[in-house]
């Protein structure tokens, strides 16, 4: 079946059930004259829109770590309060990032992002505003829960717009730009609660303007989202973009399957589908790698090592997510350039590094100087930030694109769900009851793991990609 007419068909029935919400169905062509003009202008607005829209939900995510000091210095919040508060949110991300997904296949991207930006911004304003959430333990949390919710609105409909505006050769690149969102969005949501904090304040023990500050800028970025993205090319009057690249996607579906119900779709594509299964179980284990050195940076050097204090030890984790930017930069473009779009080649390069680089520093001898401890936290961030980019393009890569949303959101799933709380919980306990030699140990057998999963969805994907390239010759003959 030629690529335009399946998927105009995917708009049509994709777009059928959600009301006001649905994906738009295609518009009238454009001249031909007109294509690659309103193309190139769109490609960048809709990108822009996607980057600064994913960046705004990192603005309001969670920033209770951000007051944690001062609602444990009044005794606004116990400790352990604040753990429960905090997990609240990473909890129900992990869920809706997977069920959001499922909407957002068949939503419109352009009201679907907004919308969840601007509703996590009211939950903000309200634990700001309403002094009894933060009350009870109980309340906040559960308002936290629900911000979490809607942050699950961000992730989905950002893939849904990369697979319709971007072809697969370009993926690569593409995804690790956008995907330095986050970091974008941390650190300017930490800079808008410091200055509220320090301007807006009414007293020492004043956190909400680290909540309502962050939370309006966040309402003007979703109306800017909203401004910029749309949903799809063809509703724009445009042909498919595999069409106008000449650059199919690795993975095509069939009407029938786009006729398929939520749960059939589920079932058949994400939890029968050993590709997508095996993805989730890697993403386990890189979330694992990721929270498992960063969350514990500060307390190695500081009391393990005796290098530093407490601010050496939130330098060493501030560079770890700098340096994250320059390695998802880097390694999008190696799986796009060096391995010509085999994903696995670049995350299971990238795989060794991290485990190279996990195990000099678990060997660094704590006479060493601090600078050379930064530079190899700096290089373990770099490193394990392109195989977490790539897991999430892969699914959207190796599904057909009007279930990319729902594959991709199972991934993150395994990860929020099970790599973070491995990082957190099981590696604490690691260091209390068997101390760091054998934590590092299993670190590294962790890259062991992935690097094993990522051999299996390789030899799938050049499967895939092999297919791909007969199905684009004997169309040109």
Not at 99 to 108: I, P, V, W, Y
Not at 255 to 267: G, L, P
């Amino acid at each position: 079946m030629a690529i335009a007419d399946f998927s105009e068909r995917t708009l049509i029935v994709s777009s059928q059930g959600l009301g006001w919400l649905s994906a738009p169905g295609p518009a009238t062509p454009l001249p031909q004259e007109k294509i690659a003009p309103t193309y190139r202008t769109w490609r960048f607005n809709v990108f822009m829109g996607i980057f600064i829209g994913y960046a705004g939900f990192y603005l309001i995510r969670n920033n209770i770590p951000l007051v944690s000091a001062v609602l444990e210095k009044h005794d606004l919040l116990g400790a352990a309060g604040i753990g429960i508060v905090a997990n609240a949110v990473l909890f129900s991300y992990g869920l809706s990032k997977f069920f959001m997904a499922m909407l957002s296949d068949r939503a419109n991207a352009r009201y679907f992002l907004p919308l969840g930006l601007a509703l996590s911004a009211v939950m903000n304003l309200l634990i700001a505003f309403i002094p009894a959430i933060s009350a009870s333990v109980a309340i906040f949390a559960t308002v936290m829960f629900i911000n979490g919710w809607f942050q699950g609105m961000g992730w989905p409909p950002s893939g849904r717009v990369v697979v319709h505006w971007f072809s697969t050769s370009e993926r690569g690149t593409l995804m690790s730009i956008w995907n330095t969102a986050h970091n974008v969005g941390a650190a300017v949501g930490g800079a808008l609660a410091a200055w509220g904090l320090q301007a807006f304040a009414t007293s020492e023990a004043d956190w909400t303007p680290a909540f309502w500050l962050p939370a309006i800028v966040a309402l003007v970025i979703a109306a800017v989202a909203y401004l910029l993205i749309r949903d799809n090319p063809q509703s724009m009057g445009l042909p498919p973009v595999e069409e106008y690249r000449n650059d199919p996607d690795k993975v095509e579906g069939n009407d029938n399957e786009v006729k398929e119900s939520w749960f059939a779709t589920i079932k058949n594509h994400v939890l029968t589908n050993p590709v997508v299964v095996m993805l989730a179980l890697a993403n386990v284990f890189v979330y694992a790698l990721r929270y498992g050195v960063l969350n514990w940076i500060p307390i190695y050097l500081t009391n393990e090592l005796h290098k530093t204090n407490v601010t050496g030890g939130i330098i060493g984790f501030m560079l770890y997510e700098g340096a994250a930017i320059v390695g998802t930069l880097l390694c999008g473009w190696v799986s796009d350039k060096v391995f010509k779009g085999w994903r696995s080649g670049a995350g299971m390069l990238f795989l060794v590094g991290t485990g190279v680089t996990i195990f000099v520093y678990w060997q660094l001898p704590a006479t060493a100087p601090l600078w050379m401890f930064y530079v190899l936290i700096s290089l373990i961030g770099a490193l394990i930030y392109g195989p977490i980019m790539l897991i999430g393009l892969q699914a959207i890569d190796l599904s057909p694109k009007y279930v990319a949303g729902t594959a991709a959101g199972f991934t993150g799933l395994f990860g929020y769900l099970l790599g973070a709380t491995l990082a957190s919980t099981g590696v604490g306990l690691l260091i209390d009851y068997a101390g760091w030699d054998v934590t590092f140990a299993t670190l590294i057998g962790v890259v062991v793991v992935a690097f094993v999963l990522m051999i299996f969805v390789g030899k799938y994907e050049r499967d895939v990609m092999r297919k791909a390239d007969a199905a684009r010759t004997s169309a040109t003959q």
